[in-house]
């Protein structure tokens, strides 16, 4: 399951995500409803991965979601940052947060060095094991793209290296 958390004031030319930039949009969302909403559905589930945006402008209540998650289920935990891994060790709460991940995809994209693979969109991210629960060859397992469909019909294109949607595809 993945969380897109909204807000980003990195900018990076090229972002797939660009309406979760604004700090103002998205949803409001508690943390007991969306503890209560994950619970729901963590049978069917391996892990969260939690993405945006920019999720470590929410770090405090990120970090408070992720330990009720660490605590009270098996289920694992990814995290996309644009900033960088050095950038990280200066934020409020560091220690807190990272002991709570598995895996931490760090630093902006950058256009001019897209790769997508292995769930990095430009070879200048780095990709932080913290936990021994996966590695590198997980990751490789990983399909570039899918395409969600839901039960409205409406359909969602994404993944690391997701398709492009043309007008008249039926
Ligand atoms: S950090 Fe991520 S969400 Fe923010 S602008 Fe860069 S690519 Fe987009």
Redesign the pocket.
């Known amino acids: 399951m993945v969380f897109w958390l909204q807000g ?5 030319p ?5 309406e ?2 604004a700090l103002n949009g998205g949803q409001v969302l508690d943390i007991d409803l969306l503890t209560a909403r994950l619970k729901d559905h963590s049978t069917n589930l391996e892990g969260i991965t939690i993405s ?3 999720p470590l402008l929410q770090m405090s209540p990120l970090t408070r979601f992720l330990e009720i998650v660490r605590q009270t289920t098996s289920l694992s935990i990814l995290v ?3 900033f960088s891994w050095e950038e990280i060790q200066n934020l409020p709460e560091v220690d807190r947060f990272l002991m709570n991940v598995d895996v931490l995809l760090a630093g ?2 950058k256009h001019h060095l897209r790769t997508a693979n292995r769930l990095i ?1 430009s070879s200048n991210k780095t990709i932080h094991f913290i936990s021994k629960r996966y590695t590198l060859q997980d990751l490789d397992k990983v399909p570039p793209a899918e395409i969600v469909i839901a039960p409205d019909g409406s359909v969602r294109l994404t993944g690391i290296n997701p398709l492009q949607w043309k007008e008249g595809n039926q």
């Open positions: 980003c004031t990195f900018n990076c090229g972002c797939f995500n660009p979760t930039h945006g945006g920019e996309f940052t644009g902006r994209y969109g």
